[in-house]
């Protein structure tokens, strides 16, 4: 199985800070269609999940521009340009190259 | 406007079974991929199970030979018969849509199934 691997695990940020949250695989995600299927998702508190970011770099309809992922092979990014306070939440990677596995997801709060 | 609810979750007890549903609305049911997802209290996702447009089927190797996906279009319904439960199948489980050439785009509101005597 391939191994999602985030950092950090916790993320302190001031309000209108940047952010970023990393994302790293056991193996290239690139498949044999040369797309690479890697998507970020926000899990606020008591809330589903919500998909940001597909296909490493394609913000999803509605997604604020302050988020943006970027990355290749087994590297991946997810950054926030200036956190808000309905930023907080868990943030997750997932991969959907080699089945589907998720990362262990970063809990971001206001400092 | 997509909708997917689920519905079915509760209290088991080791050994039982439950049967999840999920209710689509707003797209043509039929001509996507659906999945389930699963959340652990506290921890993070996992996935479970998927069901393509075509009913090709596959499960996460720790539902294998106890859960069974099903999908009925003319309903717009999913579903997962869970047999042989756990107490590590305790989980807020989600009904997920895959989009097209992409995954999980839209996720219902999750339906919590607890196992325990």
């Known amino acids: 199985d391939v191994v999602m691997t985030q950092s950090p695990l916790s993320l302190p940020v001031t309000l209108g800070q940047p952010a970023s949250i990393s994302c790293r695989s056991s193996?290239?995600?690139?498949?044999?269609?040369?797309?690479?299927?890697l998507n970020w998702f926000q899990q606020r508190p008591g809330q589903s999940p919500r998909r940001l970011i597909y296909k490493v770099s394609n913000r999803d309809s509605g997604v604020p521009d302050r988020f943006s992922g970027s990355g290749s092979g087994t590297d991946f990014t997810l950054k926030i340009s200036r956190v808000e306070a309905e930023d907080v939440g868990v943030y997750y990677c997932?991969?959907?190259?080699?089945?589907?596995?998720f990362g262990q997801g970063t809990r971001l709060e206001i400092k | 406007e997509v909708q997917l609810v689920e519905s079915g979750g509760g209290l088991v007890q080791p050994g039982g079974s439950l049967r999840l549903s999920c209710a689509a609305s707003g797209f043509t049911f039929s001509s996507y991929t659906m999945n389930w997802i699963r959340q652990a209290p506290g921890k993070g996702l996992e996935w479970v199970s998927t069901i393509s447009s075509r009913s090709n089927i596959y499960y996460a190797d720790s539902v294998k030979g106890r859960f069974t996906i099903s999908r009925d279009n003319a309903e717009n319904s999913l579903y997962l018969q869970m047999n042989s439960l756990r107490a590590e199948d305790t989980a807020v489980y989600y009904c997920?849509?895959?989009?097209?050439?992409?995954?999980?785009?839209?996720w219902g509101q999750g339906t919590l199934v607890a196992v325990s005597s």
């Open positions: 997932m991969q959907g190259t080699h089945w589907i596995t």
């Open positions: 997920v849509r895959d989009a097209v050439g992409s995954h999980f785009d839209y």
């Open positions: 193996q290239s995600l690139v498949y044999s269609d040369g797309d690479t299927y």
